[in-house]
């Protein structure tokens, strides 16, 4: 367990990993760092003593209190729980479900195209959309202009989208994974119908070839993210 004091001139040229709007002279900051490693949807803490427990995004920071933040640096398999007072997340906007252990964050195709996407850990390419996305935005039109013939029966195509906006980063060359026409495919399917009242407007998955290179910081209780490429 770290104590950190930092001055609000000092906080400004601080490295960390996401943008604050720092209010007052002096801030606290109560830095608990463990290394982590991901196993199926799960994120397996080391430390057992930690605020942290093991378990989905959705169900890490139960023990988190009001005003910490979550810092789940991928490229250093390091999460830190940071308690900083008056600060403030720019990004976006997150949907927790608990009931299906899901976390999902608001995101943007090509500067146009809002839609809200889970975060997979199970996921290992880099963005799943639904097709009715893939018709919206065009990259259906690809499908049919060229020789599909040596893919065999796999269920998607996947085609290069403009950008990604998320978290108030810009994730350029994101190939983008769409179900084949005639496919049908639901993330849903067999589960408890109960739970999904939440996630009529998540159209699409954010995968692990993205998430190993971001820094990904959470405010669980104010509902904001923030992703950062280290």
Known sequence: MKQI??????????????SFLLIGNVLAAE????????????ILIEDNNSTLKSGSLASIATGVSAGQIVVIDFPKSEICVLGQSDAALS?????????LDELAITASID???????????????????ERGVG????LTEMEFLSDNSGVGAEDFFAEE??????GGAQLGGLFAEVPRYG???NHYQGLDDSGLADTSTTRGSLGLAVLRDVVLTINYQ??????NKP
Do not use: M
């Open 31 to 42: 830095n608990d760092c463990q290394s982590f490693r991901i196993q199926g949807s799960s």
């Open 5 to 18: 004091l930092i001055s609000t001139v000092a906080a400004l040229s601080l490295p960390l990993p996401v």
């Open 183 to 185: 496919i049908s495919y």
């Open 222 to 227: 104010d509902k904001g993210f923030a992703v």
């Open 91 to 99: 990004g976006g906007a997150l949907v927790v479900n608990s009931h």
């Open 111 to 129: 500067g146009s195209y809002d839609v809200l996407l889970r975060i997979d850990l199970n996921f290992e390419s880099e963005l799943l959309i």
């Open 161 to 166: 989208i403009g950008f990604l906006e998320v």
């Open 135 to 138: 018709e919206d935005i065009g």
